[in-house]
Structures are given as structure tokens and as C-alpha cells.
């Protein structure tokens, strides 16, 4: 390291975008934790760590997550940068106990994520992508698209109701829909019915929209028990995290009939899909695109650097997680 090199040192813990990198280069000492040899990484400038990006969220293998072992090894950690506003791949616990600052990257991705949460919503309800394959396939001349379910005799269930649960509340409000949500606390101020029981919401709905994060929490909420309430004409779409819904489950309840569709743009392993999925009719699948675009991805990577700039210039990081407030001493 030159002499007069002040520049904070940074771990990265896998690729991140171009835009991002740049800056990080700029204003970092960047240490990768991916490359040839991230055990020599961590054992050389392990001690002299003061931040990590990180952003592979739920398709992190273990050795990218960002675990109390990990920090353990970083003694001079400060901030952890993360890219996504899940940050599941992070323990946010260990790092408020270590004295550590968690950001992530909540509110600019709430309008894409809701518009896709829409899009897969009527996709996954009127066949959209099955109805595609009908043309290019040259079926149509051989006969028209069956006839589909439809939104227009269902209510519609959101499970988790923040920031991207509202955002997708108030474009449904526009469907003429009843809408009515479950979280552990009512949202005051709310129109809509709150079901304190995910279960009895599931009966009442004729669509469940995940939009919870992910985490210990949260996982496999969506099980057997869920998907039987939701009965044979209901659709579950999932855009929160895949490990909140029980796949095999689900699986299971889309072979049987136990429910109708499912529109899922999250998976539990990541990029590995099921064949089992892959094999049915009666879903529509996305690998995981619902902030995945140039205006919003720029936005969110923008949001990782700017927190990490705020912490290197002494401000207060903008956009700090729950579990690890800022000022430190409000914890
Ligand atoms: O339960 P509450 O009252 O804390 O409400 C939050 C709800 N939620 C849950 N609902 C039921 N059971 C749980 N165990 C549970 N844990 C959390 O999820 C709140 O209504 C919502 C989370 O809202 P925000 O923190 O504003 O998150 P945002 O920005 O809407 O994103 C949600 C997730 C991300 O974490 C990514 O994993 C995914 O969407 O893309």
C-alpha cells in the first residue's frame, strides 16, 4: 500500500455492477473476497477491513453471505454496504452487536418491483405467456387460446405491507378489486382489512402477493397449510424471497390442483429452479427481474456507494437497516 494512500479498505464480497465498481475503486482500497484466493484476502487485510459491499443477496452461496464468522475476521469493520433492499444474506443482528452499521437500498426500487409484482399478478391470472407460446407455436390457426381465469371475482391478498406492499396496493386500488393484507402489526391509516392470521387471509383471497423479506422469520410462511386455504381456484405470486414459500410444497400443491397458478419471480436455491416448475403448465417463471432494470439497478447501486461515501466523509449513512439504527448510541 503507498504511503499516501488514505483511502479506507473495503472488502467486496462478489462482481458487482461496472458503475458501482468504478467508484469503489476511486474512493476504496478494494480487497475481493471472490477471487482466486479469499481465504488469503481475508487472513492478509482481514485486520485493516473498515467496510464490505456485498450484493448477491439470495443467491449468495455461504462463503458470500456475510456472517458473524466473517466479521469475527474483520475486527476493524465499521459498515456493510448492501445492494437490494433484502438484506437476508447479511446477519444484521451480529453486525448491531459488533457495533457495525448495516445499509441497504429501500424506496428506489419500490415502483419497479410493484409494476412487475402487477405484471406477473395478470400474467400468472389471464395465462399471458402461455397464450404467447399459442401464437408462436402456430397453434392459433388450429384454434383460439382457451378461455382464462380472470381478476375480475377475485380479492387480492398482499402478505407484508412496507413500502413495496403500499406500492402495490395503490396500483391494485385501480383494478377495482378488494384488497386486504396480513403483517404482524395493522399499517395505521390503512383502507384495507388486516387478517392478524396469514391462514384466514388465504382463505378469504382469491390472489396472494408475497412481498415480506426473507430471513429465519419469514421462512417457508407460505407452506402446506397456507396453499390448502388459499383452495384449487386461488394463485399465489411470489416477489419477495424464495426461501418464504415451501417449494416442494408448492410444487406439490401445483401438480394436485391444491391450487390453481403461481407466478413466482423468487426462488429457494437460486439460479436453480426445480424441473419439477420448470415442467408445469400452470406457472410463469422469471429469473428474478423485479428491480432488474437500467433506471432502478443504477438508482439502487448508486444508493450502495452514496451510504458508503456518507460513513468514509463522517455523515450518517443514508439508508441504515432497522437492526442497526444510526447514531450508533440509539441502539
Ligand atoms: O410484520 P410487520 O408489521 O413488521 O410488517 C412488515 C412485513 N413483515 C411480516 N409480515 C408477516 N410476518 C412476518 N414475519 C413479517 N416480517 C415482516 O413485511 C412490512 O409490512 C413488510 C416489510 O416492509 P419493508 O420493510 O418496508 O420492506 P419493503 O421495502 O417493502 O421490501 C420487502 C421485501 C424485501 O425485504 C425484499 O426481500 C423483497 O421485498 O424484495
Redesign the pocket.
Known sequence: MAVDDTRPELLQTGPMMAMIEEQLARHFRVHRLDGPDGEAVLAEAGPRIRAVATGVGATAGTRHRVTGALMDRLPQLEIVANF???Y?SVDAEAAGRRGVVVTNT?GVL?DE?ADLAVALTLSTVRRLPQAERHLREGRWPAGSFPLSPTLRNRSIGI???????RAIARRLDGFGRPIAY????P?PDLPYPHFPELIALAREVGVLIV????GA??HH?IDAAVLEALGPEGVLIN???GSVVDEPALIRALQDGTIAAAGLDVFEHEPHVPAELIALDNVVLLPHV?SATHVTRNAMGQLVVDNLLAWRDGRPPLTPVPETPWPPHSR
Request: hydrophobic content about 40%.
Open positions: 437490494g433492499v433484502g437476508d429501500p419500490d418491483v402478505v407484508g405491507m412496507g413500502r413495496i406492499g396480513h403483517t404482524r402489526r399499517v412481498i415480506v423479506p426473507g422469520e419469514t410462511m416477489v419477495a424471497r423485479a
